[in-house]
């Protein structure tokens, strides 16, 4: 398995451009999740999704949109970027029911000018 | 909301030290408490986990403790070695209906183990 999967790995863009971030897991798993690390932040949940078709937004859902057509894939829009949503983006995935261990994709390092 | 306090942010040990990192949590409800490493320019990886049924686990040098009263889980790592040296994430997480996981994570602690 390859678990949870990221691209691109980094990307630089311009204020105003818009992109989508790609995230894909291949364990099966319904709940799927976008975090963005700021340092001394912590991890702070952008969107979330329980399964294919539903999708709700987290503590910082601003600027972004999520969508889920498939179990495997969960990408995140970004439609106008901003210098303030320079991160490192974070997808994670887990089973749904119960308390269950997120597992993490490597990471997007998101750069605006 | 949750809440989630972590303490320190920064915290230096000898080499075979013990290292304590503290979260404590506002919500009530939560139930589920992992702990997550990050090594630098890597991905978070658990560590750890504990339910709100069990007050303390242990996986080798890693204990996790949690007082569901006075709502705060704590990680314990002994006999520190250089390659514990990261950052050290806690999170708090509740059932939500029949779905949903969603973590609030702590700030995080940067652990510096010196040899």
Known sequence: ????????????????????????????????????????????????????????????????????????????????????????????????RGAKAQYFGPGTRLLVL | GENVEQHPSTLSVQEGDSAVIKCTYSDSASNYFPWYKQELGKRPQLIIDIRSNVGEKKDQRIAVTLNKTAKHFSLHITETQPEDSAVYFCAASKREEEYGNKLVFGAGTILRVKS
């Open chain 1, 1 to 96: 398995n390859a678990g949870v999967t990221q691209t691109p790995k980094f990307q630089v863009l311009k204020t105003g451009q818009s992109m989508t971030l790609q995230c894909a897991q291949d364990m099966n798993h319904e709940y799927m999740s976008w975090y963005r690390q700021d340092p001394g932040m912590g991890l702070r949940l952008i969107h979330y999704s329980v399964g294919a078709g539903i999708t709700d937004q987290g503590e910082v859902p601003n600027g972004y949109n999520v969508s889920r057509s498939t179990t495997e894939d969960f990408p995140l829009r970004l439609l106008s970027a901003a210098p303030s949503q320079t991160s490192v983006y974070f997808c994670a995935s887990s089973y749904s």
